[in-house]
């Protein structure tokens, strides 16, 4: 990336980290460049630590784990879980729903409008529904 519009990024990132009410470290900086620099993604932690130790950015997967959780509680990032032991982390936190390929563990946007959901169940006394999750499993055909 050239030096301008890397400047020009890490501002981008450094007003959005501040906006949201996160510091804006060094490791933090790091990581939402990486992240934010590839447009609309699904990541893992797994993934990100990948990534940041080919950018030479020293990092601990413990710390991958802790930023992501971070950026997500503050609306940065939505977590976007396929099994209970397998979680994906989505820079785009508008509405959506999502297809799961099976065999790649590749997850992808599905559009808003594409799916209706019938009605909700009435959530217990004293709570809210917050969001309504879709994940659709896909394979290939045999």
Do not use: W
């Not at 820079?91 to 909700?120: K, M």
């Amino acid at each position: 990336m050239k030096r301008e519009a890397r400047a020009r990024s890490g501002f981008c990132v450094r007003t959005m980290l501040r906006g949201s009410g996160l510091r804006p470290t060094r490791q933090r900086l790091a990581l939402a460049e990486l992240l934010y620099s590839h447009g609309h993604r699904h990541i893992s932690a797994e993934q990100l630590h990948e990534e940041a130790q080919g950018a030479d950015v020293p990092v601990s997967l413990a710390t991958i784990y802790n930023t992501l959780h971070q950026f997500t509680e503050a609306g940065l990032l939505r977590e976007v879980a396929v099994d209970g032991t397998k979680t994906y982390f989505d820079t785009n936190v508008d509405d959506h729903h999502h297809f799961f390929i099976e065999g790649s563990n590749e997850v992808v946007d599905i559009p808003g409008s594409s799916i209706t959901l019938g009605a909700l169940p009435r959530p217990p006394e004293g709570m809210e529904i917050v969001r309504v999750d879709v994940v659709v499993r896909l394979r290939p055909k045999d």
